[in-house]
């Protein structure tokens, strides 16, 4: 393992001349702000520095080992800063909780955080990736109790529309959770999660979902048995959005009335905007468009939410600091709680590590070739459009970029130089958030049944340094085509728990440029990586077309998942992109100036005779260029959002659709449409703590 480091890292020093391996690596400060003890629900910043009698560079891990628990990688190693021979750590602003992958109702694991007293051990460790030799420093840190006697506690967080509720200890073998409504019950009551009593310790619970300025009541429930059991009702009464923090305007077109799923009475909406504008936060509404929570970051940033995870936390890809390379965008994987604490963190060099470790020869860093990067030359860019920690065992799975140099001419490049091409790599990480799988594209390029090298991207995606809506590019540059080709363009990964082939835990996987949607052989780790099946226009199903639907696949496809836990149907947000434009294909139109627009879709899909039957296939009555999401509803509605509406030169919306399916046939009416900025993923669900699992 050291040597593949020594060797990649010696090469980003463009001399040539690896340091000596007998460096001395030392923490040299170690310090908490506050110091403890603290009560729960107080941040505390760790400021660390250290030192290396080589050059380094040096990276910081900060691992957390809570009362009676083992320790955890909580952020992993990321660059420091130098400064007159002295390497400061990125700060680590930990929020103590006791983590623990706890069974699901879905059949599957999840990372389940709950703040508790006691004593924690908090431990950085400081690396020279060149020598490999670390150094570390561990602290003590104790957390009080907000409960005292057997009264509960209520108290404020940062995020204003965010409380944490404190609970006295109950028995082992039971489990609490919280429920909470306005004061004035003018709204249906919510609860948390369900969460495994401690015995010895208190019960804290982060409550979130309530509108701004307005009094709640809530009280704990301890189930035993069949036996629950309320507690004590305390009132909290939530603060007003600050002004710094920029919301969206709303407007409902549709209302929803009584064929609307109101049990599903939240959005959960990820704004993002390309090109300039104002930077909103992620944002849950009710189904008018009233703000019932949101998380900002400071200062204000695109970033992507990829999941709300059935724990009552977060998966989302941010942009900062990572290291190898230390530049462009969305170089972080963060998973927050829902007062956007980070549960855990990881980034795109130590990710390039470790797939190194594993053999992955496209994964490493990008900084290590000479300009022009030769032919064969390949990195991982950053990460993009989707994580999901659906599968077994807590793990997670990332989609990231990768860059290869392929010979002048490939897939068409009119350029006389070579050609940076963006493929993608699918990264799933243990529960520690250390790769233990990939799926490299450039390796399954060799041809039907699997992708094609010389297949471009059925509309042609390039891409500049730097472009909105891009990886960065990092191979470009002089000697190299000037525009990358975007030959897959990924958006979409999706945990298949079961086949219909009798395979348990494969990956599905959407790529726009394709125009295709495929399955990935995982099998839980223990699969190949080929792809099994390549679905969409030229791919490997026939479509049951007995609607004579003149274009029935879909195309630019968004959000694709097998609803109902893996039994179907394969539900699709059809952008349309190739459908609407089809002069690149020579294929004349499908469609008039008033009935271009994307779709609504769900599918049934059999494996055995290769064979798609559209359920739904309705017209969404305007066009999203990109984004979108597609949902199945618990009372049989379809959930589509269209994240990319051009409304004018400068501005994009984002719908909020309920579609009622009209029985006998594949459309459907909107029994709910609400208008808002253009958000790249959304979802309708009951509260923050029971979001959909495709």
Partial sequence: MRTVWNRLLCLAAVAGICAPAHATVQIKVMRPAPISPQPIGKVITYSVTATDTNPGPLAFQFNVTPPGGSSAVVVDFNLGKLSSGVWTAPAFEWWPTLCNNVPQTSGVVALTCQPVEGTYTVEVVAKDFITGETASRKNKFTVNPIVSGSTPAVKGLSNPLVALFGAPACPVGSRMRVKFQQQSQSTPAMTTNWVSCLASQTMNFEIAGMYPQTTYEMFAQTQTGSNITDGASMSFTTGAIPTKVSIPTFQVNTPAGAEADTADSMLLLNPHQFGGGPVYPNLATDLSGKVMWYYAKKPPQNLILTRPLTNGTLLTIQGGQAWNPASGDKQLLIQVDV?????????????????????????????????????GSACLDDFHHDAIQTLPNGDTAVLTSIEKIYPAGTQGSASTLPV??????????????QVKWYFDAFEHATGAPQLDITRPAVLGGTCAQGQDGCPYGFLLGTGIAPLALDW????????????????????????????????????????????????????????NNFNSDPWPWFSGQHEVAMENNGAGPLSVFDNGNTRTSKAPLGLGSNCGPSDCHSRGMALNVDEIGMQVTPVLSVDLGLTAFSGG???????????????????????EDSFALEILPTAGTLTGTQVLNVATTESYRGWQLSSLYSPPIT
């Avoid at 940076?420 to 958030?433: A, Q």
């Avoid at 199945?632 to 400068?650: C, E, K, P, R, W």
């Fill in 339 to 375: 007062a956007g604490n980070i549960v855990r963190e990881t980034n795109t060099g130590i990710i390039q590590q470790q797939l190194l470790a594993l053999g992955a020869s496209d994964g490493g860093p990008c900084n290590v070739f000479p300009t022009p990067a030769p032919v």
């Fill in 420 to 433: 940076d091409i963006i493929g993608d790599m699918i990264v799933v990480l243990d529960e520690n958030w």
């Fill in 488 to 543: 897959l363009h990924a958006n979409t990964i999706y945990y298949w728990p079961h086949d219909q082939l009798g395979n348990a835990g494969q990956i599905i996987w959407s790529s726009k440029g394709q125009d295709w949607v495929m399955k990935v052989d995982y099998r839980n780790g223990a699969g190949t990586g080929d792809i099994l099946w390549r679905m969409g226009r030229q791919g490997d199903f026939t479509f």
């Fill in 629 to 651: 999401n597609a949902q199945l509803l618990a009372n049989g509605n379809y959930y589509f959002n269209a994240a990319t509406v051009l409304i004018s030169i400068s501005t």
